[in-house]
């Protein structure tokens, strides 16, 4: 897919905010290439802020004139551009790095994961999260969507190292309470729901451990408090085949944890029609993974609005191949990109993500790059404030050692960028 077949860019006003209006001198910086995302790439560009937001964009020798009052910093022969956006992780798992190498499917993989998961303490989960949240500030990552369902730790606030939206995930394939599945959840993170903490909210696990009145009662929380609520969905073959028959390796794995399927009401058709079906879709949903999504589901997904975040490296490392990328784009659905976990996957490095989706689904770079900032922005409902260059966001900014689209995806694989304050 070439970049012409998307529209990347939105209109924006040219009218400079006036440096009155600011507390400090504003700072312009000056870079080879800036890539504010909402429009093209500005060669010889600039980028002017002051207290922490973004008063301009543009071209250096029109910046300059407009705000000669304002001192200079010159990035060189870089690119500029808008922190990368992980739309989805678990770095609670991050202990598991390299300890899981099953890729023999979705149940095989879970059931590894539970027997490791079990030789681990609260300590190595806890330096193991501090350890991930390093690494992706190291390959310019300074904001994610992070699922759990242990206490919630700090990182929604601004100066935090990575800006964190988390999602609460809550299971119960035969739960008919909401209230009940979070009565299940550490004490902190409950009290962080019920005090509507910014930048917490809920996830359902998946449509194979939710029960239906769970999911309708999850989404009917999040509208009630304007937030986005995400869910795994149609990641695998296997999750397809229990929704269809109530049969398959899921199907053995719940009833090995004593979930007893045999009185889940099949639903008889794939996932995506499900959550449709059930009320779930809309455009505060968030659907992780999208690998198995049917031809007559994907308008579902785009009359509904509900944004879709991929995790290329993970769904291969399992086994489950790739999603259709370019049909979904194709479909004006909003796609961003995430690592998902360790545990399924070598690093957090989302470069990574956006080279497999290149290499092997054809996805320009121009478009990767708006997945892996704006869409991921969007997708976790924090695009007023970042995901762009534009007036009036915040100023969270990497410069990547490159002069072109490729080249930043390129060298940011290799770790070849730097934080702008």
Known sequence: MTRRQINLYSPRSRTPVSPRQTRSRPLLHRARLVIPITQPPIEDGAVVVADGRILDVGPFPLIRRQWPEASARDHDETALLPT???????LDLSALAGQI?????????IRSLLAAR??????????????????????????????????IHPGGKFNEVV??????????????????????LPPGTRKSLANNQENVSLAAHAPYTTSATLLRQVKEWGTARDKIVSIHAAESEEEILFLNSGRGPLRDLLEERGHEP?????????????????GFLDSHTLCVHAVHVSEEELPMLQRSGAGVCLCPRSNLFIGHGLPPVQ??????????IGTDSLASNTDL???????VLMEKSSIHPDIVLTMATLNGARNLGMASQYGSLEKGKRWLAIRVAATDSEGIVAAGRQGALEWVS
């Open 101 to 109: 190498h099953s890729k023999k499917g979705m149940a095989e993989w």
């Open 262 to 278: 045999d009185r889940w009401e099949v639903p008889g058709c794939g996932t995506i029609t499900y959550l449709d079906r059930l």
């Open 118 to 151: 079990e030789q681990l303490d609260e300590d190595d989960l806890q330096k193991a999260r501090a350890l991930a949240r390093d690494s992706l500030r190291a390959f310019g990552t300074g904001i994610v969507g992070d699922i759990t369902s242990s206490e």
């Open 84 to 90: 990368l956006v992980n739309g989805h992780a678990h």
């Open 327 to 336: 049909q979904l784009l194709e479909a004006h659905i909003t796609c961003s």
């Open 163 to 184: 800006i964190t939206q988390t999602f609460v995930e809550v299971f119960g394939l035969h739960c008919q309470s909401l209230e009940v599945a979070i009565d299940q």
């Open 349 to 355: 490095n989302l470069f990574e993500e956006m080279t």
